[in-house]
């Protein structure tokens, strides 16, 4: 038989909540217990090769250039069956490089743009011509949050209805083309201890705090998305900060509990809360990891950097800017 490669690459930009997607109804679908809402942003992605090969008897995973492990490239294979369901092709195996322009789980939503631009190339080498929307729905089951990382601007992940996979999908919501940007304060490059699909399941199950949390979130939704509307950034700051401590707060009230942050952490949040104190529109928020991103206005984002540059140096502090929808790359 003739050997045939279907082949595609493409790139997918990390996004950041917002509005937090904290709890899964059903783990296998990846369904969300709430609506969730990000930016995406431009200075981390994940770009990735898809080579389907009529002639391999098994996939194979590379992260950064190297060859990984059973464990790891199960999680693949299942992902990739998907596309092989959908193209009929249960048989059609794949090599899988990845390369993450981003820290690996250190909550800086590399999961995200890795699977992002895994569905995307899989769409493409495949022929399928999904439309966004479905793809979103695909993308979520292998990271929730790479759902969102398909699309650029301000992004809506809806929960859906029950067990309806269909109607649990992304879509833009502002394209954020105004004066905006994030400033990453990269506490801590390495993988985190706690994994976030552990950590979720764990405070879902144990924290008391948990049963408030969808009420919260829908009270956070409705507040902030005219402001985003509005261009207010003090309100989606506001909003946005509070919505992460109370994330937080649930996972520090777990039993046994734990949290994401670190002595450096705090820093950078009493460096946020001053730069507000000087005038400066900064807010925070943080994810599964100890890192912290500070939302504020483009035009100020020097400045907020400059803060954090003499305690935590110059390689530490990353400027965003919002980030494009996943698109395809011309392979070298």
């Known amino acids: 038989m003739t ?6 690459k493409f790139r997918a930009h990390t996004n950041i909540a917002l509005i937090k997607y904290w709890g899964k109804r059903n783990k296998e679908l990846f369904l969300p217990v709430t609506n969730s809402l990000s930016l995406t942003l431009d200075a981390f992605y994940t770009d990735t090769e898809v080579e389907f090969d009529t002639s391999l008897t098994s996939d194979v995973f590379y992260l950064d250039g190297v060859l990984q492990n059973d464990f790891h490239t199960a999680k693949v294979s299942r992902f990739l069956d998907l596309f ?10 794949a090599t899988v490089r990845s390369i993450n322009h981003v820290p690996t789980a250190a909550g800086l939503a590399s999961s995200a743009s890795a699977f992002a631009a895994l569905a995307g190339a ?22 929730g949050s790479a759902s969102r990382s398909l699309l650029g601007g301000f992004v809506e992940w809806h929960k859906g209805q029950g067990d309806d996979s269909a109607s649990s999908y992304a879509e833009v919501f502002d394209d954020a083309d105004w004066d905006l940007a994030m400033v990453f304060v990269i506490i801590n ?5 706690v994994d976030s ?3 979720m399941e764990h405070t879902n199950e144990t924290s ?3 049963e408030l949390w969808p009420r919260e979130v829908a009270k956070d939704l ?8 509005a261009h207010d950034i003090d309100t989606v700051g506001t909003i946005a900060e509070h919505n992460a401590m109370k994330m937080h707060a649930m996972t520090i009230a777990a039993n046994p509990s734990f949290t994401y942050w670190e002595p450096g952490s705090i820093e950078a949040m009493q460096i946020v809360r001053r730069l507000r104190e000087e005038g400066i529109s900064a807010y925070l928020t943080m994810d599964a990891g100890p890192n912290v991103k500070v939302l504020c206005r483009a035009s100020e984002a020097e400045r907020v950097k400059a803060a954090f540059v003499s305690r935590f140096g110059e390689e530490q502090i990353v ?11 011309d392979k070298e």
């Open 3 to 8: 050997k045939q490669l279907f082949s595609a």
């Open 122 to 143: 899989c769409n493409l080498a495949l022929d399928l011509a999904i439309d966004t929307q479905t793809l979103s729905t695909f993308a979520r089951q292998g990271s």
């Open 197 to 199: 699909r552990l950590g």
């Open 189 to 193: 490059r390495q993988a985190k201890k």
């Open 84 to 93: 092989r369901k959908e193209a009929n092709r249960p048989n059609l195996f």
């Open 319 to 329: 400027i965003a800017k919002p980030g494009p929808n996943a698109y395809p790359l």
């Open 222 to 229: 409705e507040k902030i998305k005219p402001a985003i509307k």
């Open 208 to 210: 008391p705090f948990y």
